[in-house]
């Protein structure tokens, strides 16, 4: 295996991991069991409460 060859191996795998990490990201952020996670955590900072700035 040449250089050449190695690096265009490394860069297709690279790029197909990240695509793949990125739709995993996606699939676990609009999953319907997670709506009231996300929910609480986009309220949590506008909510009355433990300041402590």
């Known amino acids: 295996m040449s250089y050449e060859q ?31 996670k996300f929910d609480h955590a986009a309220r949590s900072p506008l909510e009355n409460g433990d300041d402590n700035g």
């Not at 191996?9 to 699939?27: D, W």
């Open 6 to 36: 190695a690096s265009h191996l490394a860069q297709t795998s690279g790029l197909v991991l990240l695509a793949v990490c990125f739709g995993l990201a996606v699939i676990y952020a609009l999953w319907p069991g997670n709506k009231l």
